[in-house]
């Protein structure tokens, strides 16, 4: 039989659990957009491009592809840790939403009324 300090403590509980996921993910996501390393951020890009940048004997051809290259390497690093940054957000959230049902439900739990204690029958 589930009585009403087991659900009580349940509910709670797996709030509570969930509450600090949240705070985890909220610390992990700090950390993540802190430590990311110019050089692990560095798009590839393709050989061919390379080679025709190295044989490129017109400056302003260079100097255009260069400035093109430049802008997408930017994009790209920009748009990967938009990327990170919203994984952490949505975790975070749906964390959040979760912690907050399972305090309702125990605050639901708690406004039910008590079973009354039925002494054993005799024998």
Do not use: C
């Not at 087991?6 to 700090?30: E, H, K, M, P, Q």
């Not at 975070?92 to 309702?104: D, P, S, Y």
């Not at 439900?105 to 009324?113: D, E, F, K, N, S």
């Amino acid at each position: 039989m589930v009585t009403h300090r087991a659900l009580v403590i349940y509910n709670f509980g797996i709030a509570l659990i969930l509450f600090a996921i949240g705070l985890a993910s909220v610390l992990a996501g700090d950390n993540a957009a802190q430590q990311s390393s110019r050089l692990t951020q560095l798009p590839t890009f393709d050989e061919g491009s390379r080679q025709a940048l190295e044989q490129q004997a017109d400056l302003e051809q260079l100097r255009a592809r260069t400035l093109f290259y430049f802008d997408l390497a930017k994009e790209l690093k920009r748009a990967r840790n938009i990327d990170t940054t919203r994984y952490f957000y949505d975790a975070r959230t749906a964390v959040w939403i979760l912690a907050t049902l399972f305090v309702l439900a125990g605050l639901m739990v708690l406004t039910l009324p008590r079973e009354p204690k039925v002494p054993p029958a005799p024998q």
